[in-house]
Nanobody
Framework: QVQLVESGGGLVQAGGSLRLSCAAS??????????MGWFRQAPGKEREFVAV????????YYADSVKGRFTISRDNGKSTMYLQMNRLKPEDTAVYYC?????????????????WGQGTQVTVAA
């Protein structure tokens, strides 16, 4: 079993920055064997893909809506993944979730993820 816990959310003004963390616990010896991803869900909307990073951190992929503003990274020695969010916009307001992909390379499809965190709220004020 793997537990994922997000942190770092909060309230920020438009144009500001936040850094989210996702700490894994439990069976973390295989943390580097799996891609990790970030998703978000705004009120009244479906959960959407934000970014994914491969197991070794060499490959990343972003949703068009965040490309150039968000950066995903990971520290396998700490079993932790990050999402640096810059130039935030009100439309980035959502609950952000981290998740572990079933495979090393990762994808944007939610059904390819087997473990999910509880989420952290990000609110961007206009």
């Amino acid at each position: 079993q793997v537990q994922l816990v997000e942190s770092g959310g909060g309230l920020v003004q438009a144009g500001g920055s936040l850094r989210l963390s996702c700490a894994a616990s439990g069976r973390t010896s295989t943390f580097s064997s799996y891609a990790m991803g970030w998703f978000r869900q705004a009120p009244g909307k479906e959960r959407e893909f934000v970014a994914v990073i491969s197991g070794n951190g060499f490959s990343t992929y972003y949703a068009d809506s965040v490309k150039g503003r968000f950066t995903i990274s990971r520290d396998n020695g700490k079993s932790t993944m990050y999402l640096q969010m810059n130039r935030l916009k009100p439309e980035d307001t959502a609950v952000y979730y981290c998740a572990r992909n079933r495979y090393f390379s990762g994808s944007s499809a939610p059904n390819q993820y087997d473990y999910w965190g509880q989420g952290t709220q990000v609110t961007v004020a206009a």
